[in-house]
């Protein structure tokens, strides 16, 4: 069972278009990571967030955590062609354990 | 600094037959993880070591799978027999003790059992 809702689960967008892929989980967690994953390889983390309210900036990919720890969300401005892959969001299962869980994941394919 | 070292990439084998995968974790790191990933999905943690030691192995199905890690380094997954659902993509990860909790990921094992 995942814990970690993810949607959508596939988004084909144009390039130059924004989007929001959303995480969300009925559980608190005491921090979430955001990964990146393309084909044939491992995931790479973008971020971690861990303040409830929390926004941080990575060029022009923006993360969110909520207020209550419990959702996160990615969002791209002007997409490209080099952001197609696999988004997933990560928790630690328990609160102070480095037991960590993905979510569902968000395929993006972004066309030129 | 060399990544994470998983092998072999690809494996294709008939039901019933026994597979091993391999992991090298960056050197010093102290955790390891085994993860399943079927195609466009997130992982699924199978097992956690911390060190030598299994501290979550409650998705491993032991039936079939097992798992070591000896001298807390390399670790080595293994399935017997194979079925046809244990067709994926295993991941293997590591995370520093002293890091913020990135995990560093292979580039994974292809398993195909016909």
């Known amino acids: 069972t995942q814990l970690l809702e993810q949607s959508p689960q596939f988004l084909s967008i144009q390039e130059g278009e924004n989007l929001t892929v959303y995480c969300n989980s009925s559980?608190?967690?005491?921090?979430l990571q955001w990964y990146r994953q393309e084909p044939g390889e491992g995931p790479v983390l973008l971020v971690t967030v861990v303040t409830g309210g929390e926004v941080k900036k990575l060029k022009k990919l923006t993360f969110q955590f909520g207020d209550a720890r419990k959702d996160s969300s990615l969002h791209i401005t002007a997409a490209q062609p080099g952001d197609t892959g696999l988004y997933l969001c990560a928790g630690p299962f328990t609160s102070g354990t480095y037991k960590y869980i993905f979510g569902t994941g968000t395929r993006l394919k972004v066309l030129a | 600094e060399a990544g994470v070292v998983q092998s072999p990439r690809y494996k294709i084998i008939e039901k019933k037959q026994p597979v091993a995968f391999w992991c090298n974790p960056i050197?010093?790191?102290?955790?390891l993880y085994w993860y399943l990933q079927n195609l466009g999905q997130g992982p699924e943690l199978l097992i956690r070591y911390e060190n030598e030691e299994a501290v979550d192995d409650s998705q491993l199905p032991k039936d079939r799978f097992s798992a070591e890690r000896l001298k807390g380094v390399d670790s080595t997954l293994k399935i017997q027999p194979a079925e046809l659902g244990d067709s994926a993509v295993y991941l293997c990860?590591?995370?520093?003790?002293?890091?913020?909790?990135?995990?560093?990921f292979g580039e994974g094992s292809r398993l195909t059992v016909l």
């Open positions: 559980s608190v967690f005491s921090s």
């Open positions: 050197s010093g790191h102290n955790t």
């Open positions: 990860a590591s995370r520093a003790t002293s890091s913020t909790g990135e995990l560093f």
